[in-house]
């Protein structure tokens, strides 16, 4: 399996941007595919974007033409660029891996979206 550690949440204004980060350990090999989450207070988790292991990229629809995913496969790092960003924004970022060995969920980092 693998290890996954967030990194690049934060407080910023509407209209702002962030990048998160996760970092990747572990049983990369056998990777799937890596996908971001988020949580809003009293909400479901919900989907928000996936990169395959051939490099194919989705993002939900809330977020399309705002937010994009990408990775760097030298340094093991998955990141979610957050470009104009909206106050329903706000939630804790998960990131989650999908590969032979199952499901992993990293900690999760703090988005914080201020009118």
């Known amino acids: 399996q693998v290890q996954l550690v967030e990194s690049g949440g934060g407080l910023v204004q509407a209209g702002g941007s962030l990048r998160l980060s996760c970092a990747v350990s572990?049983?990369?090999?056998?990777?799937?595919?890596m996908n971001w989450y988020r949580q809003a207070p009293g909400k479901q988790r919900e989907w928000v974007a996936v990169i395959t292991s051939g490099g194919s990229t989705s993002v939900a629809d809330s977020v399309k033409g705002r937010f994009a995913i990408s990775r760097n496969t030298a340094q093991n790092t998955v990141y979610l660029q957050m470009n104009s960003l909206k106050v329903e924004d706000t939630a804790v970022y998960y990131c989650?891996?999908?590969?032979?060995?199952?499901?992993?969920w990293g900690q999760g980092t703090q988005v914080t979206v201020s009118s």
């Open positions: 572990g049983s990369i090999f056998s990777l799937n595919a």
């Open positions: 989650h891996a999908e590969g032979a060995w199952g499901r992993s």
